[in-house]
């Protein structure tokens, strides 16, 4: 088992930044991928960002390139999403999840987080 617990998230105006994280613990955090989803009220989840298990390989959602930078610190068994230049229509609640692969699908993601809240104000 993973567990994961996000933080981070908040209230922020359109064209400031966050940054999230994901602390895990569990399992050798290091023998995962991350990802981060997000899902917007009334809307499906859907694939932001991926890191591979040792950070070399990265994949991002064609509306968050350029402006969104996952990274990750297996010492310190977290991951991150840098969020800036946050638009509105980035308001959703954030989750960060782990697989076996680096993979841009949830369902090839076996754990899961809490989820945290961003709300970007226009």
């Known amino acids: 088992q993973v567990q994961l617990v996000e933080s981070g998230g908040g209230l922020v105006q359109a064209g400031g930044s966050l940054r999230l994280s994901c602390a895990a613990s569990?399992?050798?955090?290091?023998?995962?991928?991350m990802g981060w989803f997000r899902q917007a009220p009334g809307k499906e989840r859907e694939f932001v960002a991926a890191?591979?298990?040792?950070?070399?390989?990265?994949a991002y959602a064609d509306s968050v390139k350029g402006r969104f930078t996952i990274s990750r610190d297996n010492a310190e068994n977290t991951v991150y999403l840098q969020m800036n230049s946050l638009k509105p229509e980035d308001t959703a609640l954030y989750y960060c999840?782990?697989?076996?692969?680096?993979?841009?699908?949830?369902?090839?993601?076996?754990?899961w987080g809490q989820g945290t809240q961003v709300t970007v104000s226009s």
């Open positions: 999840a782990a697989a076996s692969i680096i993979t841009t699908m949830s369902y090839n993601y076996d754990y």
């Open positions: 890191i591979s298990w040792r950070g070399g390989n990265t």
């Open positions: 569990g399992r050798t955090f290091s023998n995962y991928a």
